[in-house]
């Protein structure tokens, strides 16, 4: 059996490989290709993608898990062996079910979009990028077919990024979360606003940069094993487990939104960086789900970097950096300002308590453009339409509302909700990790992350995707995917900010 | 026949794609990778050389080769089917000689090595490069073994950059260049030296690549088809038709080594760039040989950019822009600053009249590396007789010694003559264009390079590696590779710097 294994094991490490190299690719696509690389960039990346195809979905590669399958039979499940195996079968399975050419078209179109999308969006030109869109939901769709029998036909593409997760259930918390949430809004707006005109100015950039660096080493993010970039539309990125990248960018009207992008994006790469090295170029690399990515990245930009704790320790520094724009701004005064709630158009700049409503808006959507009940041409008519019912508001061009994401361009139709669900297992995690040190608060405000990094990396980092994200959830929560410890956290974080 | 060519150009296609991702890995390393992504980065650079080599080897591709060589047998030589064919039978050759297995390992070992390198030369440290030099050494002794017969051990390594040229051939070219390069320095020995003291100075960073872009941009650098960017030695590379990149670096007590390899590698890209764009992706792809590179590079960084006709436009701007440093300093002096001949340490700062020297001593060591006649753990005491015996100087350690250049970390041993080559091929082009264009200084002197350009293009870059570079050089100048051009070139310029 060891044979066996030490081979689907260099068959898995050479496809980590190509997905590393497919990675760079994208990331240099995103951050520093000059325009004219794009036609042999998509080439490339297409040539990629089948290389990586083939492998996973080679006649021996199906030979060699349904061996080993047979001779694990009796091996306790919850070997490393066994779950590499069962994760290559599932790799197996969902890659063996697409056309190879399907596939080629699937990555030459998305890499072709990015551009499209990027030049859509800077000239407010949604036409220019709808026919490209069509295309790739088109593709998802039949990307979805060959999954059938399947309960919703969005499933499939849900459970690309949320494995186990069905539509029907993603339905069911956000019905839940939704009223607590819309009924939270209306007793905010109730409330005496709070002012955050001293965010919405002109920092200087290069300070910026020089602060988000310094709060993010004090996270424990490792420069040695990453880089800080700029890009249009932020992001994390990794090459293997010595290189995981992230990626801001700087705003002219708004002093904080970089800063919290890269807090954001920080988590997610601490999350890769904090694997077992073990696990690396393995089927177990990687985080066990995008809803527990997104509760490492929301954690670190919200319930951390939100925190009157936080900056209780930073704000000294930032005012003095920013003395012109908070000379004069106290810092009970500062942490309403940034906690302020106020329907905003771009959701990567929406506030904790509006945001899950941008990805109920998105949901929606995308349901409604794979079951053929919207139209893409609609779209912007659509979004503004759906914008003013949930939010109250309209936007005022297409590169302030349907075309702020880069999502759609890449494909990736059926990741947002899981945003909003790792807002859920963020809280439930964060209720756990309070339970076993009720010193965080404290060290929070000393400026010190480490017991807060150190609990992550055992419990959720360290494993990749060892487990299944509810079986993660559970074993270290004691409780199932649950919308209650957020509602909770949301509600008495407000509570005070705006005296409900 | 129409089939199978198109079946050829399809797997070229392909290969072109793979060493472009495989360029990408290697300049991201070099340029922006952190240092912990070593690891990983050998990997998958050992993979796409891997399948790259597999791609250009197999015997599919043997077979298609030898059907096509039949099929084309009367058609004319000079079609680009048959010279596609015939290139591609070259590499296959090439290729199908060395074991898949020393091929990765030398992709391996060289990856690996870059870093070793890096940080050797920073602490001034050889005894920690000497071993992985040493394994590269042996990679190439028996990367020439495999070509049996040869004239010379050396023969094969030289080939790889300079298809065709022989060691003897190098060694007759030398052998004419040398006394007349050391006679030429030893009359600017004993005239009087001129004062380039206002440019050995910390000049601003930011403006030096203002500068350095300003000039590049009047050249005619493509930018929506490159970038610029810092390595620690700068080098040029492609990942495609529309994307080749440059790289400087800005030193802190000199105001323009930064600018002449900014200009130097410009000329390298728009060779490249200047490639008729039917010829991307296939054979053709890429400049004949590296002679002509460097003939390009060194063409701008020194027949244009060290020419008085080129300051006499750039000066008044430059002068502006470092008024501190050089307020007082005239055009003449300038001129003369910047063309000061000085015996020195550093390759790619020496100027024109004792450039080739170091290319000389480079030349002997690696002969001497590859017979065996030298051993690797003297290289230091080696380098440091032969720079006293060629330049009369002793580096002060091997940083500025030894360990200068990035090449052998490369396993590029071969390459350095191609830029004495280069030089010679620079002067037979300049005089050709010159014959062609008399307009040319004044065009200069009015900041104007596109007849040179268009020239070059039309020449030389639009045909990429349709000709061996003999047949080239004969077809553009009428001669010959012959360096008495370039001796006259030289000769001339210092007569009137020096007064000789």
Do not use: C
């Amino acid at each position: 059996m060891s044979d066996k294994l030490d081979l689907l094991n260099a068959k898995i490490a050479e496809i980590a490989d190509l997905n590393g190299i497919g990675a760079l690719l994208g990331w240099d696509q995103q951050v520093l290709m000059p325009s004219g690389g794009t036609e042999d960039r998509a080439n490339q990346a297409a040539l990629i993608g089948q290389l990586s195809h083939q492998r996973t979905t080679s006649d021996e590669m199906g030979q060699l898990i349904s061996d080993l399958e047979a001779e694990l039979g009796d091996l306790n499940a919850d070997t490393d062996e066994a779950r590499i195996v069962k994760l290559a079968k599932r790799n197996y399975e969902l890659l063996t079910k697409i056309p190879l050419e399907k596939l080629i078209e699937f990555i030459r179109v998305t890499t072709m979009a990015n551009d499209v999308w990027v030049k859509a969006r800077q000239e407010n030109n949604f036409k220019s990028f709808q026919p490209i869109l069509q295309r790739i939901i088109e593709l998802r769709q039949e990307y979805s077919e060959v999954f059938k029998p399947y309960d919703h036909v969005y499933d499939p593409l849900l459970d690309q990024f949320e494995p186990g997760m069905k539509t029907a259930d993603v339905i069911k918390i956000f019905d839940i979360l939704r009223p607590k949430q819309v009924e939270l809004i209306k007793a905010i707006r109730d409330s005496k606003q709070v002012d955050n005109s001293f965010i919405k100015q002109n920092y200087a950039k290069d300070l910026q940069e020089k602060f988000g660096r310094f709060v993010i080493t004090r996270f424990g993010y490792d420069w040695t094993r990453g880089r800080l970039d700029i890009a249009p539309h932020p992001f994390t990125t990794g090459f293997g487990w010595g290189d995981t990248r992230i990626t801001t960018r700087y705003l002219d009207n708004d002093g904080l939104s970089a800063l919290f992008s890269t807090m954001h994006e920080s988590g997610h790469a601490m999350y890769e960086q904090g694997l077992d090295k073990k696990y690396a170029r393995t089927a177990i690399q990687g985080g066990t789900s995008l809803a527990f990515h997104e509760s490492q990245s929301r954690m670190w930009e919200n319930l951390v970097g939100r925190s009157y704790e936080f900056w209780t320790y930073f704000y000294p520094t930032f005012q003095m950096l920013f003395s012109n724009h908070l000379g004069n701004v106290s810092l009970d005064q500062f942490y309403k300002g940034i906690n302020r709630v106020e329907p905003s158009l771009i959701r990567v700049e929406a506030d904790e308590a509006t945001y899950n409503l941008h990805i109920m808006l998105r949901l929606e959507i995308e349901i409604g453009l794979i079951e053929n009940s919207i139209d893409s041409k609609d779209l912007p008519e659509i979004w503004n339409t759906k914008m003013q019912e949930y939010l109250g508001i309209t936007p005022p061009n297409d590169t302030l509302g349907v075309l702020q994401d880069v999502h759609w361009s890449g494909g990736m139709i059926g990741y947002f909700s899981t945003y909003a669900l790792g807002n859920v297992v963020s809280a439930q995690l964060w209720d756990a990790m309070r339970a076993d040190h009720s010193t965080i608060p404290d060290e929070m405000r000393k400026g010190n992350f480490s017991t807060i990094l150190n609990w992550l990396r055992d419990k959720v980092h360290k494993h990749g995707s060892k487990y299944e994200p509810q079986e993660l959830l559970q074993k270290i929560t004691g409780h199932k995917l649950s919308p209650e410890p957020y509602i909770h956290y949301l509600t008495e974080k407000y509570k005070n900010i705006y005296n409900i």
